[in-house]
């Protein structure tokens, strides 16, 4: 009887053996870790475009250098409604004027007429990057004491590569918020339709900058350049700090 006992119950640990050998679970294998390099390379490239790092002497090398083409057939209807909001660019189709979005952006406490859904600006501060002085933005009839400027004008990038473009490229250029500042509306004025080689700021402190803008909107819209403003552009570039 002893003997069928011992039997049993080392038949019954061996069981016991087996099935915990085959129920104990296997560690789980570590977490999947998602791969992110892409969403922070986008990230990377947007604050670049944003704050206008200094760009590199190689992308200026990177645009195409030749005469300015005839301005004719230039009018500025050929660029679509002034400051329209159907556009494919930053900005485009969120319910606000492009101008009204770049004054958001560029002005310091700017002030928002209620019941326009966040888009009208009433009033702010403008530290003007061509003069260096600090403008007061009062919505009336002092309105066009800060104006919206194209850093490449409409008219030099007509002469320059846009006479080819459709329409929806031309509308998405003249409101895109890349080739686009808050300024000094009478150096806007001033400036006119220059490029580097006619016009730059007074603010030497800015022309870095301004450079930099012109080399990245040229090459991001694939514009030309003359030779005079490649040269006075690298002039630029070289001075950057």
């Excluded at 660019?89 to 004027?97: A, I, K």
């Excluded at 209620?114 to 003069?131: F, N, R």
């Excluded at 339709?193 to 006619?198: E, Q, S």
Aim: net charge negative.
């Amino acid at each position: 009887m002893k003997r069928v006992v011992g039997v049993l119950g080392v038949g019954i640990v061996a069981v016991i053996g087996a099935a915990l050998l085959i129920d104990v679970p296997s560690s789980p294998a570590p977490p999947q870790v998602p791969e992110v390099t892409e969403v922070i390379t986008t990230t990377v490239v947007e604050t670049t475009v944003t704050e206008t790092t200094v760009a590199e002497p190689s992308l200026l090398e990177q645009l195409e250098v030749k005469g300015r083409a005839s301005k004719s057939g230039y009018d500025r209807a050929k660029f679509g409604q002034a400051w329209s909001d159907d556009v494919r660019v930053d900005g485009g189709r969120n319910g606000c004027d492009t101008r009204n979005d770049i004054l958001r952006r560029d002005l310091t406490d700017p002030v928002i007429r209620p019941g326009t859904h966040g888009c009208l600006v009433e009033s702010g501060t403008l530290h003007d990057p061509y003069s260096g002085e600090s403008l007061d933005f009062v919505r009336g009839e002092r309105s066009a004491e800060v104006q919206i400027d194209h850093v490449v004008a409409l008219a030099d990038a007509w002469q320059k590569g846009a006479q080819a473009w459709d329409d929806d490229t031309r509308r998405d250029f003249a409101n895109d918020p890349l080739n686009l500042l808050a300024v000094d509306g009478s150096l806007n004025q001033q400036k006119g339709a220059g490029d580097a080689a006619t016009w730059l700021p007074p603010n030497k402190a800015f022309r870095c900058h301004y450079a930099t803008r012109i080399v990245e909107v040229k090459a991001t819209y694939g514009l030309w350049v003359t030779q005079a403003e490649h040269d006075a552009l690298a002039r630029e570039l070289m001075r950057c700090p």
